[in-house]
Every structure is written in structure tokens, then in C-alpha cells.
T-cell receptor
Framework: DAKTTQPTSMDCAEGRAANLPCNHS???????VYWYRQIHSQGPQYIIH???NNETNEMASLIITEDRKSSTLILPHATLRDTAVYYC?????????????FGAGTQVVVTP | ETGVTQTPRHLVMGMTNKKSLKCEQH?????MYWYKQSAKKPLELMFV???????ENNSVPSRFSPECPNSSHLFLHLHTLQPEDSALYLC??????????????FGPGTRLTVL
């Protein structure tokens, strides 16, 4: 039973911002939202995570709605190297030893 | 460079062979994981180790046998595999119990083909 739903795919123009949506309508109060990405034939890479507040790091920004039922990952200036599958994952802080449940993710293709 | 290395990167084996996959993390983490990624399918968590103790086994067939001799090394021993076991096998590590919970660092994976 998937805890998150994401679009199957989306395209983005190079240099533009990429906004990746994720629905997690059944999220609990103690569950964080995590984003990972996986470039073809490589291992997944952690991007960012958050609980309630918006978060920003050198890779991306995470915007979480006030009711926490959805979030958006923003890649501010997409490059061709950002082409990857992006995974939105919810995980409880009480989950023991880092269990992450990956879904199908969103295939993002950045075009010139 | 993620700090997690895996060898070999590619492996082709017959159904009667015995082989091992190796993972090493250089990050001082206390948890390590094996994942399987079959074609067109999401990553599946196979095993979780914390402080060398196995804490999770997601109904993985006994032909896959993990070993964690210390907190930096993780092995996956393979024997009498089936062609459907062909997949990308990924190792990951993390430091659990702190603010970075959930931030896992993945290796590049071993692409396994079973003939």
C-alpha cells in the first residue's frame, strides 16, 4: 500500500525550475517527507527531507503544504544532469533503522 | 563518490554457482542495507543490519545469505540463484538515531545476471 503518489513522468526545460509534486494524504504527524533521486544505472541519492517547515539546501527546495497532505520538490535551475527518477517517501521518526519504502517515482527528463 | 563501494560492479553467474557481493562503507555509519532493483520495478528492501545485527529480513529466499562481519562491511552470498534473480543489487548505509535519520548513502550497485 503506497503512502505517496507521484506523476509517472514529467519533462522540464533546461535552465527552468522543475516542480515535482507528491501527494501523501494519509501522512501521520510523526512522518517526515524524504526525496531521493536515481540517475540511470546508479544508486539513489538523498536530496532533502522535512517535517512541517519548508526546507532548502544546495540541491533543492521542499515545500510542504500546511495540512502536510502534499509537497513539492523544486529544482531551481534544472540541468541535463538532473534527468533521473525522483522518489517521494514518507517515513516515521519512530521507524527503526532506516526503513525507506520506495515507490515507482517520477521520471524527470530535462531537455535542452 | 558516495563513500559506499560495491564489488563487483557486474557479475554473470550460472544457476549452480556460488558467488558473493561485497559492500564497504567509509562513513562510520551504524546501519547497512541490501536492496534489490529488478527491471521496471521499485527498489525492494532485502536486509537491514544495525551494529552488525540483522534487524530486518523482508521474506528474502534463503538462496540469498547476508553477512555483516563488522559495521563497515556487508556481504551478500548467493547460491543456486534463478534467472528471475537477475537485478541491480544496491547496498546502502546510514547513521541512525540522530537528526540525519533516513538519509541513506547508496553504493553504485552490482548488476547481476543469472543464466
Amino acid at each position: 500500500d503506497a503512502k505517496t503518489t507521484q506523476p509517472t513522468s514529467m519533462d522540464c526545460a533546461e535552465g527552468r525550475a522543475a516542480n515535482l509534486p507528491c501527494n501523501h494524504s494519509t501522512i501521520s504527524g510523526n512522518e517526515y517527507v524524504y526525496w531521493y533521486r536515481q540517475i540511470h544505472s546508479q544508486g539513489p541519492q538523498y536530496i532533502i527531507h522535512g517535517l512541517k517547515n519548508n526546507e532548502t539546501n544546495e540541491m533543492a527546495s521542499l515545500i510542504i503544504t500546511e495540512d502536510r497532505k502534499s509537497s513539492t520538490l523544486i529544482l531551481p535551475h534544472a540541468t541535463l544532469r538532473d534527468t533521473a527518477v525522483y522518489y517521494c517517501i514518507v517515513r516515521a521518526t519512530t521507524d527503526s533503522w532506516g526503513k525507506l519504502q520506495f515507490g515507482a517515482g517520477t521520471q524527470v527528463v530535462v531537455t535542452p | 563518490e558516495t563513500g559506499v563501494t560495491q564489488t563487483p560492479r557486474h557479475l554473470v553467474m550460472g544457476m549452480t554457482n556460488k558467488k558473493s557481493l561485497k559492500c564497504e562503507q567509509h562513513l562510520g555509519h551504524n546501519a547497512m542495507y541490501w536492496y534489490k532493483q529488478s527491471a521496471k520495478k521499485p527498489l525492494e528492501l532485502m536486509f537491514v543490519y544495525n551494529f552488525k545485527e540483522q534487524t530486518e529480513n523482508n521474506s528474502v529466499p534463503s538462496r540469498f545469505s547476508p553477512e555483516c562481519p563488522n559495521s563497515s562491511h556487508l556481504f551478500l552470498h548467493l547460491h543456486t540463484l534463478q534467472p528471475e534473480d537477475s537485478a541491480l543489487y544496491l547496498c546502502a548505509s546510514s547513521q541512525e538515531g540522530g537528526r540525519a535519520d533516513g538519509e541513506q548513502f547508496f553504493g553504485p550497485g552490482t548488476r547481476l545476471t543469472v543464466l
